[in-house]
C-alpha cells in the first residue's frame, strides 16, 4: 500500500511537471508568435509609412530668434497617428562657426526656444490623425544667429521611425544684428551691486536664474530704476541705466527700424497702473554723444493680470544711421515719472532676454484684419457709429472722409482717457467687430498693429499715445485677450498729418471661437500732454490693419 501511493505520488508530481512545461511552452509560443507579429505588423507599417519635406522657408520673430515653417506630405499608403510624437531635429552653424544640433520638442502653445508645434491644430486633445495624401504645416523656432551664407537642415522622424530630411537657407536671418542686456558678470552666477555701466556684449543669455543685480539698494531680482522727469539730462543713478557695445573694429550701418524688447515689471506691482519706460539710443565716442533714436515702451496696464515680469515692446522709428568704427553703440534705459509706479528691469536670463535689433523685421502674419467704415469702401462724410466692421479685405477708399461728422475733422476724433476699458463716453473710445466667426480663431504669438494717426490739429511737439485691446465677443459678454498701447513724447516728428506707428502685443496665445467675434476697442490715452487724436483707416493710403501671427 505504501509503495503503491508513493508510485501515485510520483506519477501526480511528472504529470504535474509535464503540464507545467507545456503551458510554459505554450504561453512562449504565445508570447514569441505575439511578438512575430508585432514584429511583422511594424514592419508592414513601416513599409507603408512614407513622409516628404515639400518646404522649408526660415524667416526672423522677435527677440532674434529664428521660425521655420515647414511642409510635410504623407507620401505613404497609412495614415499616421500620434504625430505628436514625432521627433524633430535641426542641424545648422552659429555666428561662431559651431556645428549645432537641436532637438525641438513638442508644444501646444506660443513657440518658445527649441519647441516645434502645428499651427491651429492640437493632436492631443483632438486625437488628429495625419492621413495619406495630407500635407501638415510644422512651424518650429530656435535662438539664433546662424552663420550668414551657411544652410542647415531638419530632419522629422514619425513615431515609428520613418524619417526625411531637407536643406533650409538662413540666408534671410543670418544677418540680424541683436544686442542683449548683461550684467557683469556675464552668465550671472550671483547677486551683485548696482553698476552704472554695463555691456551689451556676450551674446545670447544662458543662464535660467534672475539674481539681483542692484543689491546695494533692495532685495528685488533684476535691476529698479526710480522714475524721473529729467530726460537724458538726469544724473542720478539710481534713475537710469546704461549699457554699450565695446569699441567697434567695423561701423555698425543701421537703416530701417530699430526694436526694443524688455521685460520689466511695476514696482509695486499695481494691477492697472501705467508703465512707461524710455529706450534712448545713442553713438558714444569716448568723451561725447550723437543722439541717434528714441522710444518708450508704454502700456495703459503694464501689468495685465501678471504678477511678475512682462515683456513689452516698442520700435525707434526709420533711423538711418552709421556708426563709425572707433565708436560704441549704447542704450540708456529710464523710467518715466508719468509711470504710475517704479518699475524693475529683468534681463540676462533665458527666459527675460532683454534686448535691441538693429536689423528688425516686422514677422510674416498669417492673416489681416483691417479696419473699416460703415459703408466701406467710404463715400461720403458720416456720423460717429458705435460699432464699425472688422475683416480680411483689404482697404481700398481713395478720400479720408470725415468719420465722426459734426467734428470737423478728417477720419475719426478720439478724445482723451485715462478710463481704458472702463471708459463710456461715446467719443471717447471705437469699437470695431468682426462677423460671427464660422470657424476658430486661432492667435499664437506676435500680434501688430499698423496704425495711422496724428495729434488734433497735427500741432507740433506734442505727446501721443493710444492703446488697443483685442477682446473675444459672446455675443453677450468680453473675454479678454490681449492689449498693446504706444506712446511718443512728439507724435508729428515734423509732419503736418497722419503718421504710422506699430504696436506690438507679444506672445499672445488665445482662440476665439466659432460663432464668437474678434473686437477691437481703440482709445487717446491722456499721458503727459497727450490728449484727443485723430486716427485714419479705411483707404489705401491709411490702410490700419492688424496682423495676426
Not at 460717429?384 to 478720400?399: F, H, M, N
Not at 511737439?461 to 513724447?489: H, M, P, V
Amino acid at each position: 500500500m505504501g509503495s503503491a501511493a508513493a508510485t501515485l505520488l510520483i506519477l501526480a508530481v511528472l504529470f504535474t511537471s509535464a503540464f507545467i512545461m507545456f503551458q510554459t511552452k505554450l504561453h512562449g509560443d504565445v508570447v514569441a508568435g505575439g511578438a512575430v507579429r508585432e514584429s511583422a505588423l511594424m514592419h508592414q507599417q513601416r513599409a507603408a509609412t512614407s513622409i516628404s519635406i515639400e518646404s522649408t522657408e526660415a524667416y526672423s520673430v522677435f527677440r532674434c530668434d529664428t521660425t521655420v515653417r515647414t511642409e510635410i506630405k504623407n507620401t505613404g499608403a497609412t495614415r499616421i497617428e500620434h504625430f505628436e510624437l514625432m521627433d524633430i531635429f535641426t542641424w545648422y552653424t552659429a555666428d561662431s562657426g559651431e556645428q549645432l544640433i537641436e532637438r525641438l520638442n513638442y508644444t501646444e502653445g506660443n513657440l518658445q526656444k527649441d519647441e516645434w508645434a502645428i499651427p491651429g491644430l492640437d493632436p492631443l486633445s483632438f486625437g488628429a490623425v495625419w492621413d495619406p495624401g495630407e500635407t501638415v504645416s510644422i512651424s518650429w523656432r530656435f535662438l539664433r544667429p546662424q552663420k550668414e551664407g551657411t544652410s542647415g537642415y531638419i530632419t522629422v522622424v514619425t513615431p515609428n521611425g520613418v524619417s526625411d530630411s531637407a536643406y533650409v537657407d538662413f540666408t534671410d536671418v543670418a544677418n540680424s544684428d541683436c544686442r542683449f542686456l548683461h550684467n557683469d558678470p556675464t552668465p550671472p552666477i550671483e547677486d551683485t551691486a548696482s553698476q552704472p555701466l554695463l555691456s551689451m556684449e556676450g551674446g545670447i543669455p544662458t543662464t535660467t536664474t534672475l539674481f539681483n543685480y542692484d543689491n546695494d539698494r533692495d532685495a528685488d531680482p533684476g535691476l529698479t530704476l526710480i522714475r524721473s522727469q529729467n530726460g537724458l539730462t538726469e544724473t542720478l543713478t539710481t534713475k537710469y541705466q546704461v549699457w554699450r557695445t565695446g569699441v567697434l573694429e567695423t561701423p555698425i550701418v543701421i537703416n530701417g527700424d530699430v526694436l526694443v524688447d524688455l521685460y520689466a515689471a511695476l514696482n509695486p506691482v499695481v494691477q492697472g497702473d501705467l508703465g512707461v519706460l524710455v529706450a534712448y539710443l545713442r553713438d558714444y565716442e569716448g568723451a561725447s554723444y550723437t543722439e541717434i533714436g528714441e522710444s518708450a515702451v508704454f502700456a495703459r496696464d503694464w501689468q495685465s493680470g501678471s504678477s511678475g515680469f512682462v515683456e513689452r515692446m516698442a520700435l525707434i522709428k526709420n533711423v538711418s544711421y552709421t556708426i563709425p568704427a572707433g565708436h560704441q553703440l549704447e542704450i540708456r534705459l529710464q523710467v518715466d515719472a508719468a509711470s504710475h509706479q517704479e518699475m524693475t528691469v529683468a534681463y540676462d536670463t533665458q527666459q527675460q532676454s532683454s534686448l535691441i535689433d538693429l536689423f528688425y523685421r516686422p514677422p510674416t502674419a498669417s492673416a489681416l484684419f483691417y479696419l473699416h467704415n460703415n459703408p466701406t469702401p467710404p463715400v461720403a462724410d458720416t456720423s460717429r457709429q458705435a460699432i464699425l466692421p472688422l475683416d480680411e479685405t483689404a482697404a481700398t477708399g481713395s478720400v479720408l472722409y470725415h468719420y465722426g461728422t459734426p467734428n470737423n475733422n478728417p477720419g475719426l476724433l478720439l478724445k482723451g482717457t485715462d478710463q481704458g476699458l472702463a471708459e463710456t463716453i461715446f467719443d471717447k473710445f471705437q469699437v470695431w467687430q468682426t462677423s460671427v466667426l464660422a470657424e476658430d480663431l486661432v492667435v499664437q504669438g506676435d500680434v501688430l498693429v499698423d496704425l495711422w494717426a496724428g495729434i488734433r490739429g497735427f500741432q507740433a511737439d506734442q505727446s501721443g499715445a493710444l492703446t488697443i485691446f483685442l477682446r473675444d465677443f459672446d455675443g453677450s459678454s468680453y473675454t479678454e485677450i490681449a492689449n498693446g498701447s504706444i506712446f511718443a513724447e512728439d507724435w508729428q516728428q515734423g509732419s503736418g498729418t497722419f503718421v504710422p506707428q506699430t504696436i506690438i502685443i507679444p506672445d499672445v496665445d488665445y482662440t476665439v471661437p466659432a460663432g464668437h467675434q474678434l473686437e477691437a476697442r481703440v482709445i487717446a490715452d491722456t499721458i503727459k500732454s497727450s490728449k484727443d487724436m485723430w486716427l485714419a483707416y479705411d483707404t489705401t493710403l491709411y490702410p490700419t490693419v492688424i496682423k495676426l501671427p
